[in-house]
């Protein structure tokens, strides 16, 4: 999900036409046995499967509750309604209608960094676009052009001043979900007009970042739960580039179980063993309601899954349709999360630790 300057509800609109696959849609197991093996994960059943589960424990957690500096005071009004629970997560995007825009407004930067360094157990995670404009509808060959351009090196500079703002606003520790979604349709920064590309365009990015002086950045890879366009294992870019392996999973389609949403090809028990096998620990940057409703079994199984994985962090995504908080139309999901997430402390005793940055890429 991408909302820049859009409203809310706009952005809610924008997310009822994303396209995505079924949980149920046909994949042949030739099919998914190839996309695994091309990055080294064996298919089910053909090799012991890495021990996934962890005790009950809390995770950072927070919401995002609006892009711009100005929903910041959300956080803390959103803590208050869950009985001053520690909200150590800040969830924010930088726009994608331009270069200008990628590059960060140093002000909504700057309050952003202000809030995380008001305490050393929170967290800022920034959704960083890899190419603009980031929601036009441009056509794949179109996409892949750009993709080509970014491999040269043309547009380098724009992620070196963004690095170098965050470093001097306070930002060098951010987390980033660089090109989020990129197994889907809606964005730009999409991978599957040309896997190859996308996944030297990424490494690209991460090198030019990883070259600014002070910066501790960490790079968390978001596709969208499920198979979508394309197996988001094609576009994973390297364990050398990626810190965290993140998902958006919201409750879609229609009719699907959370059983469904675990099992599923490219789904959550897909998505934390290849994590596992890579020593690396998941996230769950967007997630919330979506089609099936006001739906509390979700938002309970959903916590659940996050607290006994090793889940790096969470925020839900707080408007309609998705939230609790913002929501009036989910009242019996917001008094299952009240509730799950009600006075928590935050991270304590076994929850996952500060991730630390992989290595710096070598040149490529």
């Not at 799950?340 to 076994?350: D, E, K, N, R, V």
């Amino acid at each position: 999900m991408r909302l820049g300057r859009l409203t809310l509800a706009a952005a809610a609109l924008l997310l009822m036409t994303t396209a995505s696959v079924p949980s149920g849609t046909p994949l042949s197991q030739t099919e998914r046995h190839a996309a695994l093996s091309s990055d080294a994960i064996q298919p089910r059943g053909a090799a012991p499967r890495p021990m996934v589960q962890r005790a009950l424990h809390e995770v950072p957690f927070g919401a995002f509750v609006g892009s711009w500096n100005e929903y910041i005071p959300n956080i803390a009004r959103m803590a208050s309604w869950l009985n001053n629970a520690n909200m150590q997560v800040g969830h924010t995007y930088l726009a994608g209608n331009g270069w200008q825009d990628v590059e960060g407004e140093p002000a909504v930067l700057g309050l952003w960094s202000q809030w995380r360094q008001a305490d050393p157990g929170r967290r800022l995670v920034l959704g960083v676009p890899m190419l603009v404009p980031n929601e036009a509808n441009l056509p794949d060959d179109e996409v892949a052009g750009l993709l080509a351009r970014g491999n040269k090196g043309e547009f380098d500079q724009h992620f070196l001043r963004l690095a170098r703002k965050l470093v001097a606003l306070g930002g060098a520790d951010t987390v980033l979900t660089l090109g989020w979604e990129m197994n889907g349709v809606t964005y730009t920064s999409r991978c599957k007009p040309d896997p190859s590309a996308w996944k030297a365009y990424w490494r690209r990015i991460v090198g030019v970042m990883r070259s600014v002086p002070g910066q501790h950045f960490t790079f968390d890879f978001t596709p969208t739960r499920g198979l979508d366009a394309i197996p988001w294992t094609r576009c994973y870019p390297g364990d050398d580039v990626v810190d965290i392996l993140g998902m958006d999973s919201y409750d879609m389609p229609a009719g699907a179980t959370f059983d469904e949403f675990v099992t599923e090809p490219y789904g959550l028990q897909d998505q934390v063993e290849f994590a596992a096998k890579r020593g690396k620990p998941v996230s769950y940057p967007e997630w919330g309601l979506f089609r099936n409703g006001d739906n509390p079994e979700y938002v309970r199984r959903m916590v659940e899954w996050m607290r006994t994985h090793d889940t790096a962090y969470q925020t839900v995504t707080d408007y309609c349709p998705h939230g609790f908080w913002q929501c009036q139309d989910n009242p019996r999901s917001a008094a299952v999360y009240r509730q799950l997430m009600s006075g928590s402390a935050g991270a304590g005793a076994g929850a996952a630790g500060p991730v630390k940055p992989s290595p710096k890429p070598g040149a490529h």
